[in-house]
């Protein structure tokens, strides 16, 4: 494998309930390889397996068959946990990513030593706090005089902000991003995605983000592909999103996967 | 009814009230930090006491035989623990699994030494192991062999440890597991092993408490567990309710679980003086629990109705 691979999926495969009627087919023989420094986003219809395939790299379930290989490791059979030490990740629902009846500087203390050893040292040293308190400064919203609230406190935008700057605040080799901005209202979305460019661009970072925006996946990133009943159906490098409309890429996707884009959630503009 | 009666058995209530306050603090680590209701312990409190008694009565010093109690403690907790994470069971029968099981155990443990091999009770007798750490012989003297004294400082020792613990990089990830296990996860913390860890030192505590409780009473026995979790629940929140206001810091919110175990013995105390028969007590401690876990409920319910004008359709 070459040095610059950072994430390689092989033949991924994912039946959920299988045998019985509820059975579906979440993953179909993905493929898709990663170099580092790659900014990926990722749409798709409903079910066509986005925020599947970015669980199975986290591991909150084991796939059928196929590789799963993380900066040339195989971390297929890893447990969740374990992988996390590689991993950073923020979730389309803004309560998941962080733990509500626990302070802001807990959490981020908390996501500060993912994929250490934890000890009986102190949970949160003086040194922490003032890093601490500059980077939330530099999110711009107020937080900074707010560590020792609890985080449930805070605004839907304001826990995607913090849930994002824990994922990178121990340097992640891949972010992942699975709809974090769904659930927020428009200007704030808006808000949370600026930051999320800035962060991976300042930090370097290899990121697949799965979103329902069209518009957004075209603009952002240097790639974006295409999924569709569990399988990647098209995949633009940087060159081919500049010439990219959202128009093309719907006819792309009808190309590609034989049918009209019939989506209500997929937004178009 | 005479009201000296009722302050000359206060005392004791205090003392029994901080005894079973450890053992409401494994409840709080549980129920609070790691959201498990955890069953065990009406099984570990006797089980602390049984071990604690067999060695006392064999010759054991009675700080090592108390401590002894609370690793077998940690064993318990680490049953249901695997019960619960290894073998999927839902937490909660994983307790009631272990509680059963440790019924034989205990009856087991009590009879170590005897012809029969099971025992149901061991009688600890302060006249005769007079080195034992608390008596209720001593309860109602002003002296410094009052066991009070001595409860007291064994918990706000404990209360600083686990202060410093749930502190820890450990013990934050701990409260994380609780709080939000996915959260956990992707923080790399395994919620498996938190909920065990969290499981045996519950349940350690809990059956430090029962060896101290059989020493204060003079006897363990293989009954003197049941109902431990009611009362450990009614510990917790009769502290919630009292000093949720007053208490925010951790070692304050735990000191106020002990303090929920003192005022719930002498609330205990006033009824019987009031003339309530001993059988009816876990009747009245039930419903007493039941009432305080409904209100909760019962005020977002009223927030909501409020909400929509206070009209009772809607």
């Known amino acids: 494998m070459a040095e610059s691979e950072m994430l390689v999926l092989q033949g991924l495969h994912k039946t959920f309930n299988p045998g019985t009627v509820m059975r579906k087919m979440a993953l179909a023989g993905v493929d898709l390889t990663l170099s580092k420094g790659d900014f990926v986003t990722v749409i798709g219809g409903n079910g066509a397996g986005k925020s ?81 308190r500059e980077k939330l400064a530099s999110l711009d919203l107020g937080l900074e005089s707010r560590m020792g609230s609890k985080v449930g406190l805070l605004s839907g935008g304001q826990r995607q902000a913090l849930t994002l700057l824990m994922a990178t605040l121990k340097k992640p080799e891949l972010l992942l991003l699975d709809e974090h901005t769904a659930a927020l209202d428009p200007k704030t979305a808006e808000k949370v995605l600026r930051l999320t460019s800035q962060l ?36 633009l490098d940087a060159e081919a999103k500049k010439h990219m409309t959202v128009e093309d890429l719907l006819a792309q996707f009808e190309k590609a996967s034989g049918r009209e884009l019939a989506n209500d959630r997929m937004l178009l503009v | 009814m005479n009201i000296a009666q009722l302050l000359n058995q206060l005392p004791g209530a205090v003392a029994q009230g901080l005894i079973w306050g450890i053992m409401a603090i494994g409840v709080y680590i549980t129920f609070r930090i790691l959201d498990i209701a955890d069953l ?42 695997v019960f619960h994470t290894s073998m999927g069971i839902p937490a909660i029968l994983a307790g009631i699994l272990t509680q059963l099981a440790l019924y034989s155990v ?61 502190g820890t990089e450990y013990g ?10 996915q959260m956990a996860r992707a923080q790399g913390i395994s919620t498996g ?32 567990g049941r109902g431990a979790i009611v009362i450990g629940l009614a510990a917790v929140i009769i502290g919630e ?12 919110k735990l000191l106020a679980v002990s ?56």
């Open chain 1, 200 to 235: 991976i661009r300042d930090n370097g970072l290899t990121a697949l983000m799965v979103t329902h925006n069209m518009k957004d996946a075209l603009a952002l990133g240097n790639r974006t592909i295409m999924m569709h009943e569990g399988k990647v159906i098209l995949d």
């Open chain 2, 259 to 314: 303090l929920g175990a003192i005022i719930y013995y002498m609330v205990i105390q006033v009824v019987l003086w009031l003339g309530l028969n001993t059988d009816d007590l876990k009747l009245l401690t039930a419903l007493v629990v039941a009432l305080f876990l409904a209100m909760p409920h019962w005020k977002s319910r009223f927030t909501a109705w409020k909400l929509k004008g206070g009209k009772l359709r809607g």
């Open chain 2, 106 to 166: 205990n009856l087991r443990i009590q009879g170590i030494g005897t012809d029969l091999g099971s025992r149901a009770n061991v009688p600890l007798s302060i006249n005769k192991y007079k080195n034992m750490l608390v008596s209720l012989r001593n309860v109602g003297r002003f002296a410094l062999d009052n066991p009070i004294w001595l409860m007291l400082l064994i918990t706000l020792v404990l209360i600083g440890l686990m202060y410093w613990f749930f």
């Open chain 2, 172 to 181: 934050c990830g701990l409260r994380a597991v609780g709080a939000n296990p």
């Open chain 2, 193 to 224: 092993m938190g909920k065990i860890v969290g499981l045996m030192i519950s349940n350690g505590l809990v059956a430090f408490s029962g060896a101290l409780m059989a020493q204060y009473q003079g006897f363990s026995d293989v009954q003197m």
């Open chain 2, 241 to 252: 309710v009292v000093f949720g206001k007053l208490f925010r810091n951790f070692a304050l």
């Open chain 1, 52 to 132: 599947t395939m970015l669980n199975a790299i986290a591991g909150t379930f084991q796939v059928d068959s196929g590789t799963i290989s993380l900066g040339g490791r195989n971390v297929t059979h890893l447990p969740e946990h374990k992988r996390a030490a590689f991993l950073g990740r923020v979730f389309q629902d803004p309560m998941t990513g962080t733990a509500a009846s626990m302070n802001i500087e807990e959490n981020l203390a908390l996501a500060s030593r993912r994929g250490q050893p934890r000890g009986l040292r102190w949970g949160i040293t003086a040194r922490e706090r003032a890093e601490y």
């Open chain 2, 40 to 81: 065990t312990v009406d099984g570990s409190f006797a089980t602390g006491g049984a071990v604690a008694a067999i060695l006392i009565t064999g010759g054991v010093n009675p700080w090592l035989a108390t401590l002894i109690a609370f690793v077998v403690g940690l064993a318990a907790g680490m049953v249901t623990g």
